[in-house]
């Protein structure tokens, strides 16, 4: 095992050989063929089908996809639903149709929708679903009659308050939680985790100017996180963060409803009929909770992540107010309009601001518009050291660090070009706060990270096993999590020779993540491979060049092989790569190939955590 070291990093270019000896496989299920002289006996040939005469074909691969429609078959796979909709994008005979003028504004120009004239009779409209949360005030006592409420939805279908509930409101009261660094309690994780506000020790930009994708590292102070869950962190595991939508985002939308201000912050009680909703994982069952709408749209409706569904169209249209506003929301709700709203669906990313912006006069009541609205779940990252020994003493005190890697996420946005996603942009937010504050002087400042222990027993910490050989592949920041397993691998001197990493970069110089941080013999186990510089190489492209070391860690006692990163292009890639390895080292045929991989997979040795 020693001498395949030297391979990860002297081994030539030319390595792979089409005339190298092939080694027969151990496992006989996995090598047998349909040429093998022990097969059953063949079966009598069986006599074609005849095609109906009815049957003409018109597309028989890839090419003739793209010939007829124009676009390639992943684009027309992207863009389909499968529910014939494009069959009714023409014109039907004997159909009324009427011209509506469209909404002359930037956000509705961006939806590009792609209506030309309406039916004026439409068909298969959805009722409006049955609401099932609803906001009602907290008055306190007094001779002066207070305000009318424009959140709160009028006619509500709850019954009339008696005595005894309104004495009720009078007590109740917020609770003493400061939700502008942690949400409200009752937004609560899986059981037993709860939400912990943990302070930001430190935190820097990994990558550096020109990379395409920007990448934040943090040093998150556990010191003070609850015991009582019986649950320590875990070299490979993952956190969860309770990222708050961007509060520039939820002023805009409190903005388009016209809710006042003075009522934003005002305590209300949150009445649910049923469902989880806004825990994050609670019991369906119904609930009575004392809140504000800002809390509510911050902490727990999600308000950008998701494409929009006819449930959240269907309420903008019940009350818009412009008439022409109205019959472009019920064309996209009715079956007359599913190719444009299956268009709709799968175009530009579209954000609850930018629906209400597009379609001004459709202001519905708040506690309506949350009955609709998706789930603000929380996002998961890999911490990237080994927790059990990460101390740092600041203040004659010693503190318990916990470290993640976050790379931002950008998508295209209707008023300024491109925006992060709620997890990676509130933390990027965080960060740049952080980093403008030390500038400024403040040695230690104050700022929070929301986060829970949240799956220490995901695949890379069940599987990370403190002896036998591994092998790390992974890019982007899907190398974060092996830098912990390499800090722990290292301090033990019988495993030194007994882990590598195959890190893919576009631009060592740019984005090659915590180099020079991974051990004292990093130079020794680790490659980084280049996509856009050097040898201009893929990490699929080595772990094939690396077949050697591959196929002997793989077929090592306790031998192991992890891959962590994106799914479309490396790990896909990767994949086939692995394949490709088992098929020449091992000689066996693709699917043979493939199985013996799902049975590594089966008994734990090759682990793969892709997103």
């Given at each position: ?5 030297e391979?990860?990093?002297d ?14 496989s ?10 093998s002289?022990?097969?059953?006996e063949?079966q ?28 390639s ?30 909404p002359?504004?930037?956000?509705f ?14 068909t298969k409209?959805?009722d409006?679903?049955e ?5 009602q ?26 005595s005894t509930?309104?004495?009720?409101l ?14 409200p309690?009752?937004?609560?994780p ?6 912990f ?9 990994l ?7 920007r ?9 003070d ?18 990222a708050p939508?961007d509060?520039a985002?939820v002023?805009?939308?409190l ?9 934003r ?7 649910t009929t ?6 994050v ?5 119904p ?8 809390d ?9 992540s998701?494409?929009?569904n ?23 709700c ?22 209400l ?10 506690d309506l ?8 779940m929380p996002?998961f ?14 203040d004659?005190k010693?503190?318990r ?9 950008e ?5 300024m ?7 990676s942009?509130?933390?990027e937010?965080q960060s ?13 400042p ?24 591994m092998?790390l ?16 691998r ?18 060592s ?17 680790k490659?980084?491979v ?9 990490v ?7 077949a050697?070391l ?23 890639g990767?994949e086939d790569?692995?394949v490709?390895?088992?098929?020449t080292k ?9 199985r ?11 682990i793969?955590?892709?997103?």
């Amino acid at each position: 095992m020693a001498a395949v070291v030297e391979q990860l990093v002297d081994m030539p270019t030319d390595y792979v050989s089409e005339e190298e000896t092939f080694t027969p496989s151990i496992a006989p299920s996995l090598t047998y063929s349909e040429d093998s002289e022990d097969q059953d006996e063949p079966q009598p040939e069986e006599t074609p089908r005849r095609r109906r005469a009815s049957t003409r074909l018109i597309a028989q691969n890839a090419a003739d996809v793209q010939r007829i429609t124009g676009e390639s078959t992943q684009q027309l796979l992207n863009r389909c639903c499968g529910g014939g909709c494009c069959m009714r994008l023409q014109k039907q005979e004997g159909v009324e149709y009427e011209h509506v003028p469209l909404p002359d504004n930037d956000a509705f120009r961006s939806l590009n929708l792609k209506i030309d004239e309406i039916p004026t009779v439409l068909t298969k409209i959805p009722d409006v679903l049955e609401q099932v949360t609803f906001l009602q005030s907290i008055r306190r006592v007094s001779s002066t009659p207070s305000p009318t409420d424009s959140a709160i939805s009028v006619g509500s279908q709850l019954s009339p308050i008696d005595s005894t509930i309104e004495a009720k409101l009078k007590t109740l009261s917020l609770e003493e939680l400061d939700t502008s660094i942690q949400p409200p309690s009752f937004v609560q994780p899986h059981h037993p985790h709860h939400v912990f506000p943990a302070r930001i020790h430190n935190t820097r930009e990994l990558t550096r100017p020109g990379a395409e994708k920007r990448t934040y590292h943090f040093d998150l102070d556990i010191t003070d996180y609850p015991h009582e869950e019986g649950i320590d962190f875990k070299v490979g595991g993952a956190i969860g963060i309770s990222a708050p939508n961007d509060s520039a985002a939820v002023d805009q939308i409190l903005d388009l409803l016209l809710i006042p201000r003075y009522l934003r912050d005002k305590p209300v009680l949150l009445r649910t009929t049923r469902g989880r909703w806004p825990t994050v994982w609670g019991e369906d069952k119904p609930r009575e909770i004392v809140t504000t709408r800002r809390d509510l749209l911050t902490w727990c409706s999600d308000i950008q992540s998701y494409p929009p569904n006819k449930p959240l169209l269907r309420v903008l249209a019940e009350h818009a107010l412009d008439p022409n506003e109205k019959k472009i929301l019920m064309f996209l709700c009715a079956g007359e309009g599913q190719g444009v709203f299956c268009d709709f669906r799968t175009g530009p990313y579209i954000s609850l601001a930018q629906l209400l912006s597009a379609f001004p006069s459709a202001k519905p009541p708040l506690d309506l518009l949350l009955s609709v609205l998706q789930q603000l779940m929380p996002r998961f990252y890999s911490l990237s050291n080994d927790p059990h020994e990460s101390y740092e003493i600041r203040d004659g005190k010693q503190h318990r660090l916990i470290e993640i890697a976050v790379t931002v996420q950008e998508m295209p946005d209707w008023r300024m070009g491109c925006r992060t996603g709620v997890g990676s942009g509130f933390l990027e937010r965080q960060s740049r706060k952080f980093m403008e504050l030390q500038r400024a002087g403040d040695k230690a400042p104050q700022l929070h990270i929301p986060m829970f222990k949240g799956l220490m027993a995901n695949p890379l910490a069940k599987e990370f096993v403190s002896d036998g050989p591994m092998l790390l592949i992974g890019a982007g920041v899907g190398i974060a999590p092996f830098r912990g397993f390499v800090q722990h691998r290292l301090k033990n001197a019988n495993c030194a020779n007994k882990v590598w990493v195959l890190q893919g970069v576009r631009d060592s110089l740019i984005d090659e993540l915590y180099n020079g941080e991974w051990g004292v013999h990093e130079e020794k186990v680790k490659k980084v491979v280049q996509s856009r510089r050097g040898e201009s190489r893929y990490v699929q492209d080595e772990v094939f060049h690396q077949a050697d070391l591959v196929w002997s860690i793989i077929n090592s006692v306790d031998g192991r092989v992890f891959v962590c990163g994106s799914s479309k292009g490396m790990g896909e890639g990767v994949e086939d790569a692995l394949v490709r390895v088992a098929q020449t080292k091992g000689n066996l045929e693709h699917e043979e190939a493939k199985r013996f991989w799902e049975l590594k997979r089966d008994v734990g040795q090759y682990i793969t955590e892709t997103w």
